[in-house]
Each structure stands twice: as structure tokens, then as C-alpha cells.
T-cell receptor, first 110, second 111 residues
């Protein structure tokens, strides 16, 4: 089944404790993105990657890092999480104009 | 800056009636528009798309209408069902090939 998977689905952590949210897709898509979704603000792009070893900042990259060492994986890294990074995070892969989203990761930073 | 937005944050529709969800966009250079459905606890799912050289496209129970003159996009859902309850997002593909999302409309289905 073609899909995008994310782990963990839920995470509660404390300020400053480094964390990684993994994302994997099995559709051989070159383009992958990370979004955060907040009430009243909709989906905002954090980072995107157009291919292996190619990553670019989206609209809200501050406080986040990504890597793209292989085509299927695109982890999101929070080196020092802060409470304002409490949000719902979605990974997506894209083929042409169609995006496929993962199930989401709900992150709470205390 | 240019953005995609939605007229109404919440829409309530009687089961069996048709639903119309509206969206306004401001980037006249956008050439591709998409509607997504997001059910509770899930990621957005592609519903239907339309290119700027079209004014109407039909899918299964859904129709997207594009009015470039007034920069308006709508999603029509025929014979609305309980399973249609969700948040619906419009999105545009801008001149830089970036997909920009609107803030969403929540569709409530009344029994």
C-alpha cells in the first residue's frame, strides 16, 4: 500500500530535550515536505526536499532541522524544543501536484 | 503577500443535501488548484484538482468550479453523507511551484 508513515504519532517532551520525528514514504517520490498545523493558521511548510541531499527552508524553518540521506526518509529534528513548537506535524511526499500526507505527529513541549 | 483563504470557517449541511465550500485566492499567476479533505485525527487527503485553463471538473460526487475573473474556487459535494464530515482545504500551486494552503472550512453534517 502506498503510504507515508510518521513516528511517533504522539509525543510529550520537555523544553530543550532533542527529538526526532521520522518520516518514510514507499512511493519513490523525490519531493518531501514537513508542515505544522496550528489552529487558525492552517498548514505551514517548515522544510522541503526536492531530492536526496537537497533541502530548503519553507515558511517557518526556525528551530527545526531536516536531513535527506536517502529518498524514502525525511526526518524532522528539533535540537532544542520550545513550547511554541507544540503543534501537529505532517510529513508529505509529492508526485507532480499531488501530495500524500502522513497521519500526523502531535507534539507537546512542556 | 498573496494568499489562499476561505470565506467561512464552518458549514453545517443537512444529510442528503448538496454542500458548497468556497475559497478565494489572490495569486492570479497560480495555475493549479487542489481541494483536500482532512478527517479528525488524520492527514489531509487529495480530493480533486483543477488547472487554471479549466472552469469545471467533476469527480465522484464532487465538482470543483474555478472562476478566474473573481479568483474564486468552490467545491460542491452532492448528496452529503455523514462520512463527508471533515475540514476541507483549498490549495494553490503558485508560480514557484509551491503549494499554499488555505486555513480550512469545517463541514458539519446534520442528521
Amino acid at each position: 500500500e502506498a503510504q507515508v508513515t510518521q513516528n511517533p504519532r504522539y509525543l510529550i517532551t520537555v523544553t530543550g530535550k532533542k527529538l526526532t520525528v521520522t518520516c518514510s514514504q514507499n512511493m519513490n517520490h523525490e519531493y518531501m515536505s514537513w508542515y505544522r498545523q496550528d489552529p487558525g493558521l492552517g498548514l505551514r511548510q517548515i522544510y522541503y526536499s526536492m531530492n536526496v541531499e537537497v533541502t530548503d527552508k519553507g515558511d517557518v524553518p526556525e528551530g527545526y532541522k531536516v536531513s535527506r540521506k536517502e529518498k524514502r526518509n525525511f526526518p524532522l529534528i528539533l535540537e532544542s524544543p520550545s513550547p511554541n513548537q507544540t503543534s501537529l506535524y505532517f510529513c508529505a511526499s509529492r508526485q507532480g501536484n499531488e501530495q500524500f500526507f502522513g497521519p500526523g505527529t502531535r507534539l507537546t513541549v512542556l | 503577500g498573496e494568499s489562499v483563504g476561505l470565506h467561512l470557517p464552518t458549514l453545517s449541511v443537512q444529510e442528503g443535501d448538496n454542500s458548497i465550500i468556497n475559497c478565494a485566492y489572490s495569486n492570479s499567476a497560480s495555475d493549479y488548484f487542489i481541494w483536500y479533505k482532512q478527517e479528525s485525527g488524520k492527514g489531509p487527503q487529495f480530493i480533486i484538482d483543477i488547472r487554471s485553463n479549466m472552469d469545471k471538473r467533476q469527480g465522484q460526487r464532487v465538482t470543483v468550479l474555478l472562476n478566474k475573473t473573481v479568483k474564486h474556487l468552490s467545491l460542491q459535494i452532492a448528496a452529503t453523507q455523514p462520512g463527508d464530515s471533515a475540514v476541507y482545504f483549498c490549495a494553490e500551486n503558485d508560480r514557484d511551484d509551491k503549494i499554499i494552503f488555505g486555513k480550512g472550512t469545517r463541514l458539519h453534517i446534520l442528521p
